[in-house]
């Protein structure tokens, strides 16, 4: 028994019989089917028996399914940055978090086409109830987050959590992903929690968190989708804090939003890897030797980069002349845009409620504000 065994992902001598057990799920069937649109299932089970490893079953099957999602619900992927990373280098990707599996899965795939180390994935464990989904995620090299956790198990789950990470940079030379806050940013605003930064550094042992941390080669990567898939489907919760309101998720919520999210209409999709953090390391060191304050400091490089290189789509301007009444940004978006974005807006809310209309608009613009505030934005 490893002290790991209750979040890490399958190792490869476990994927054959783990693959085989979910052959015959009904969702298998469809996932494939969706996959393989002309394909008799009789051919992917029969392959099924020649996939022995976690990189066999991304490359000859997943990968395909990324592909078809791309193909039928978006108008393509656009990728900067990944060029600059050295194939043979495991690296920690911290990314903004919109889409539960989209995220992780489009990145992945980009380092697959790159060449470079596709990454193990971080999954909240509430995500993943259902025993083919757990199956799934494990599959595809997902680990645990493990959620709800009394205050003591919690914290020594994040130990946990924090070593398994370590081995799988320095020991398995395994790239790694986890999101930039727990759970997905529902208001437009991608921010580092502090609380993220803080596992990372439980193992760094007797070292300094700087120092620690300039071994993990954290890239933040900024995910830029022009449409939400799951824009509505966040409403409730915000509407729910804006009224000061307890928010209670229903039985299949997160199932749901997950389906949404990878068949739901995304038109323009870009993911930008930015600079390794090192260089800014060092100067935090200098600054303070308070931890809290070197963890925000690292906080602000990564939200710095990630809002900098966020891709700032029509619906971003189209959102924020709406929001504000004026036609400040008329130039970066044409009528036909701006058609298109009221009508799904009109589509997807009570567009007669000023708060939904507000929220929902907010969530599109605040990428732009965000960008404005922190002087990185130029209309050009």
Do not use: C
């Not at 002309?38 to 395909?64: C, G, L, M, P, Y």
């Not at 978006?74 to 690296?91: A, C, H, Q, R, V």
């Not at 036609?327 to 000023?354: C, G, H, N, W």
Request: hydrophobic content about 40%; aromatic content about 8%.
């Amino acid at each position: 028994m490893s002290k790991f065994d209750e979040i890490r992902f399958f190792d490869d001598s476990e994927v054959n019989e783990a693959l085989l057990g979910i052959a015959r799920d009904p969702m298998m069937n469809a996932l494939m089917s969706f996959t393989f649109p002309d394909t008799d299932k009789k051919v992917w089970r029969e392959q099924f028996k020649n996939i022995h490893s976690v990189s066999d079953f991304q490359h000859n099957f997943i990968a395909h399914t990324i592909r078809q999602i791309l193909a039928k619900s978006s108008e393509g992927l656009s990728t900067s940055g990944f060029n600059k990373l050295d194939k043979n280098t495991p690296y920690l990707f911290i990314s903004n978090h919109r889409d539960i599996v989209l995220d992780t899965s489009l990145i992945n795939l980009v380092l697959l086409e790159s060449g470079l180390i596709m990454t193990a994935s971080a999954i909240g464990d509430n995500l993943v109830q259902k025993p083919f989904l757990h199956d799934l995620a494990k599959l595809n090299r997902n680990f645990l987050v493990q959620r709800g956790l009394p205050l003591r198990e919690q914290l020594k789950s994040s130990q946990i959590m924090s070593e398994y990470i370590d081995q799988l940079l320095h020991h398995e030379k395994r790239s790694v992903w986890i999101a930039q806050r727990e759970g997905r940013t529902k208001d437009g605003n991608d921010a580092t929690q502090q609380g993220v930064l803080k596992m990372l550094a439980m193992a760094a042992g007797d070292r300094s968190v700087i120092e620690y941390f300039k071994t993990l080669k954290i890239v933040p990567v900024s995910i830029s989708y022009e449409y939400d898939p799951t824009d509505s489907l966040k409403m409730p919760q915000l509407l729910a804090k804006h009224r000061e309101e307890e928010y209670i998720k229903g039985e299949d919520e997160d199932f749901m939003t997950m389906l949404s999210g990878v068949l739901g209409q995304k038109k323009r999709i870009h993911l930008h890897a930015g600079n390794v953090i090192d260089t800014g390391l060092d100067a935090i060191a200098v600054e303070s030797d308070n931890k809290n304050k070197q963890l925000q400091a690292v906080a602000r490089i990564i939200d710095d980069s990630i809002i900098k290189n966020y891709k700032l789509w029509p619906t971003k301007y189209i959102a924020y002349d709406l929001l504000h009444n004026t036609s400040t940004y008329a130039d970066q978006y044409t009528e036909k845009e701006k058609q298109l974005f009221v009508r799904r807006l009109e589509m997807r809310i009570d567009p007669s409620d000023p708060v939904s209309k507000e929220y929902f608009l907010a969530m599109y613009a605040n990428p732009l504000i965000n960008t404005m505030k922190s002087g990185n934005h130029s209309s050009e």
